[in-house]
């Protein structure tokens, strides 16, 4: 992975996310705390991961960064300008985001992956061009141009991730957010997905916030990362130094695997 | 032209046979839909005697006027009842008024400015009567079939907007599914006319001693009309119900 983060300053940052705040609208009743001051910033180009259990409100964070949500409290700046600054399609574009479970759309793969681009009227009008975009961005994330004629319902789950890393590559986004993007997979089809996004770390500038609620996975995958546990930043630094000498009590729970799996409210 | 047959009060209260038919079956099956049934049969009695009342003060009066205002009346009836559906959406209220009064307006007035139909409360009242129904039950059937597939969908259209999709087009799928899905009924009943399915207005004409090739016209003219409003009316509120799916900040609302 690449060095250490040579400036964490909030104003060099590609991303940063400031006293972010996130409360549910409560049925009726109070609203409830999922977010609470959250905040961390990421350089160009870093792979900074977001590590919790599960319940801990990762995605809900992921989802205030592109505004799939609006944060209640707090800002987010990219390239050091409020995201609320930028109108909501060139944000996402900028920011791309790849699910849990992957959603790929109707059609094939070409459809799938041409999506974002014909948005935009990119590449033009022509078919030829289009094919060409797509079949480079599953040779970037290792499909073979025979891909794009397939139905895209008819994909491994594997297949089905990798596809939606190149469909949202084909934006050429800024920033990727990845949230658990290897939870719904089987190890090895786990393990290719990473060994790709440490590909795209390591050759090119794409900067990336990365979910997982797997710290031998964070450990693999970060160069930085931080601890959400309730909705609260426990501890965050460069990783894999973060979790050696655990200074909260919750950091250490989370480590033995005593918060993994239950949800926290 | 044979002379219609003519009912009276005794008519229809031999007919509550048939309603005891359905109250019996119910108590031996134990459906429990006794008491629904009865206040159905009921209020559908009540309602029918008012609306004969009001349909025959109307008819005497011969002022266009109230011809109008009592399609108005029926729109607002409708846009109130196909509202209470969806109401977890906000604004339903106006989607469904727009959705059934532009049917109602464009495909009545089309009618009228051709000439088809006669200006005159017995050919307006009835035949809106079927344009307002139809347009209502196929804007309820759209707006709720779409609330459904974007919950459903919600993974889709939010992969959609996360690359960059305004609502308008992440919800495109859904909205089309919507429209299908509702006009599959008017569809298919205009494909199986005359066969499977003889429609209420040719029967009732033929019952009322009319020539069967007059009601058969009439009928075929009703029914494009038919077409054409529920068509307008799926379509109406397909368009105008996602905005409301969507926040300003064009992400997609979590609704009931």
Redesign the interface.
């Known amino acids: 992975m690449s060095e250490a983060a040579t400036s964490t300053t909030h104003g060099s940052a590609k991303l940063v996310v400031e006293h972010v705040d996130y409360a549910a609208p409560g049925h009726g009743g109070p609203s409830c705390a999922i977010l609470s001051d959250v905040t961390f910033a990421v350089p160009t180009g870093h792979v900074f991961t977001v590590l919790g259990p599960s319940g801990s409100g990762k995605s809900t964070l992921l989802r205030t960064v ?5 944060p209640t409290g707090g800002r987010v700046r990219l390239d050091g300008i409020p995201t609320t600054a930028l109108p ?3 944000l ?2 900028r920011v ?2 790849v ?1 849990q ?1 992957p ?4 059609g094939t793969v070409l459809d799938n992956v041409a ?2 681009p014909r ?2 009227g990119a590449p033009g009008d022509s078919r030829d061009a289009e094919r060409e975009l797509a079949c480079g961005q599953l040779s970037r994330v290792g499909l073979p141009p025979d891909f794009c004629d397939k139905p895209a319902d008819q994909l491994s789950g594997g297949e089905a991730q990798r596809v ?1 890393l190149a ?2 590559l084909a ?1 050429e986004p800024e920033v990727l957010l990845l949230d658990e993007p290897t939870a719904s997979l089987d190890p090895a089809a786990a393990r290719l997905i990473e060994d790709l996004l440490l590909r795209l770390a390591a050759d090119t500038d794409l900067t990336f916030v990365f979910v997982t609620h797997d710290l031998a996975q964070a450990r693999r995958i970060g160069d930085h990362g931080l601890l959400l546990v309730d909705g609260r930043v426990i501890e965050q630094g460069p990783l894999p130094g973060l979790f050696d000498e655990p200074d909260a009590e919750v950091t250490r729970l989370f480590l033995e695997g005593r918060l993994g799996g239950e949800a926290q409210a | 032209m044979t002379a219609a047959q003519h009912f009276g009060y005794v008519d229809v209260a031999a007919a509550l046979a048939l309603l005891a038919i359905a109250l019996g079956l119910s108590y031996r099956e134990r459906l429990g839909l006794e008491k629904d049934l009865l206040i159905a049969s009921l209020r559908a009695f009540v309602q029918l005697m008012a609306i004969g009342y009001v349909i025959d003060l109307i008819f005497g009066a011969e002022r266009f006027v109230w011809v109008v205002l009592m399609v108005v009346a029926m729109v607002v009836f409708a846009t109130a009842t196909s509202a209470r559906r969806v109401r977890t959406l906000p604004g339903s209220w106006w989607i469904m008024a727009v959705a059934i009064g532009l049917a109602t307006a464009l495909t009545l007035g089309l009618m009228l400015a051709l000439g088809i139909i006669d200006p005159q409360a017995r050919y307006v009242i009835p035949i809106a009567g079927m344009v307002v129904g139809n347009s209502m039950t196929v804007a309820s059937v759209t707006v709720l079939r779409l609330l459904e597939d974007a919950r459903d969908q919600r ?2 259209i ?9 609502p308008r ?1 992440a919800a495109d ?1 859904v909205i089309r599914g919507s429209v299908r899905l509702a006009m599959v009924p008017i569809i298919d009943s205009t494909k199986t006319m005359g066969i499977v399915f003889l429609p209420g207005a040719m029967t009732g004409m033929i019952l009322a001693g009319a020539d069967p090739l007059e009601a058969v016209k009439l009928q075929v003219v009703i029914m494009y009309m038919l077409t054409a409003a529920t068509a307008l009316s799926a379509t109406a509120a397909a368009l105008l119900a996602p905005r409301r799916l969507f ?1 300003p ?4 609302r979590r609704l009931g």
């Open positions: 592109d505004r799939l949500i609006e909501v399609q060139d996402r574009r791309g985001m699910f479970a959603a790929l759309f109707e999506y974002g948005l935009r939606c469909r949202a934006n | 993974p889709r939010e992969a959609a907007l996360a690359l960059g999709a305004t087009q799928n926040t900040q064009q992400q997609l």
